[in-house]
């Protein structure tokens, strides 16, 4: 009897079915015995899901060899030195920002290096893409002009349409990837075309579900409809390229490579003209919004801003306790992109654990704007190390609450190398960590030399009598901090007297907390 091969070819594009696409892969066509050959970004896949049945195979990035078997195989012999020599030198080939390897590595991207560098004029010093965005934006503009430079000997109406149109095939990305949908058709366009040209028709359609897009897209400007109708032209001609017809009526079709959708989505992002769904906040994203998250990041504050703006967001204050879901990794990606856009933000009771308080450790080192920042009942454990060694190199926040987070004699000693060097940070709450005396014997000599903390929390830290030594010693030539809570510990008569003692010659301390010591 013949046997078929299945192959499902990403299936993390499947956005919101996804979940159920794999649910019927593994627990229906599977234990049927179907031999299947499905494959994934790592993004999101549930390993578990696929352990019966299937056998896991990770695809290394192309060597350099394979990389210049291909050069050689698109431009011929004696036409590629300089491409070769730029794909060699990792200073100025874009990195992938998670595995710090070349992107050229990946297929796709050494395809579009390789037709970017054969759009280049003749003798002309053409600049090569440092970044992912720039990879994406040189090449999607190669092929946009391409289809310009034809449509120039058409009328000349049709060519002014040309930068509305490359606006409207930008925010028609967004409403697709908005929607988490590989395939779109007339509503996304009918969205994209309000949300650039009529966003009070928008807002008002969103208001009353169930309202027709098309027909208030009838009271869009001629300019507007101009551009809607020649995408639509172009799209059911096949005259453009970053567009795949799939079906003419209903119209139905898909970016040539999801990797396209979210680049032009990050860009839509960006320009602050474009609001997400309710319910669909940034920060409860799951793995389809990945690599929009990878390639944002790369445009700093401008992502960052852009996701506030499409959240509806206000100000520069953002409460997020006990907030974060979806996926784990995508969702810190989006923290971290936050950052930087904002003055105060609450992450407290949302579990990040180590490795997602290493990657806000790690944000926090490049940013300038947060002031107060609330990481508190978070499990982060060893990666308190990492939040430490970015309190050393901040100079911008001033309150830091990192309490409940089972830090320890460890990370106790972090935090206090970090007070001897960070002069910007005027309250810390490390409350319930457990430090014990190590801990808070090396707080308290940073104390000795610290000038900037005003307000400082050791409650419930298992400091004992030594602890309870060094922070009255500290106490006596400290002259900047005024609320010291040390409740809950074991000071025993040494520590009290210790204490005591040093308010006799301390000036500053105004309220000390020594509740059930």
Known sequence: ARRALVLLDGIDEGGKARNEIERHVTEVLAPQGHVMLVTSRPAGLNEDRFRHHFERVQLEPLSEAQQKAVVLKRLGEGKHSELLEYLSNPERVPLDNETQQRVTGNPLMLSMVISIFQSKRKGAETTMPTTITELYEMASKAMLERVDRKERGAAASAASVMPLLTSLLEATFFEAHAAEVRDFGDEQLNRAALALFAPDKLKELEQHPGSSSEVACTELSAEAKAALDALRQRVAQDRLPLLSLLEPEPLRMQSSHLSFQEYFTVRAICTQNHRLPRGSPPWKWGPFWANVVKIGRENGTEFGSGLLHAADVEGDELNLSGELGGDRQTVVGVVCALLGSLRALDLSHNELGPEGGEAVAEALKVNGSLTILDLSYNKFGVASLA??????????????????????????????????????????????????????KLIGAAL??????????????????????????????????????????????????????????????????????
């Open 448 to 517: 000795a030399v610290n000038g900037s903390l005003t307000n400082l929390n050791l409650a419930a830290n298992a400091i004992g009598e030594a602890g309870g030594k060094t922070i009255g010693e500290a106490l006596r030539v400290n002259s900047s901090l005024a609320v010291l809570y040390l409740g809950s510990n074991k000071l025993g008569p040494k520590g009290g007297v210790a204490i005591a003692d040093a308010l006799k010659v301390n000036d500053s301390l105004t309220n000390l907390n020594l509740n059930n010591c």
């Open 387 to 440: 939040i430490a060694d970015a309190l050393r190199v901040s100079g911008s926040l001033t309150s830091l609450d990192i309490g409940f987070n089972e830090i320890g004699p460890e990370g106790g000693a972090a935090v206090a190398e970090a007070l001897k060097v960070n002069s910007s940070l005027t309250e810390l709450i490390l409350y319930d960590n457990q430090i014990g005396d190590e801990g808070a």
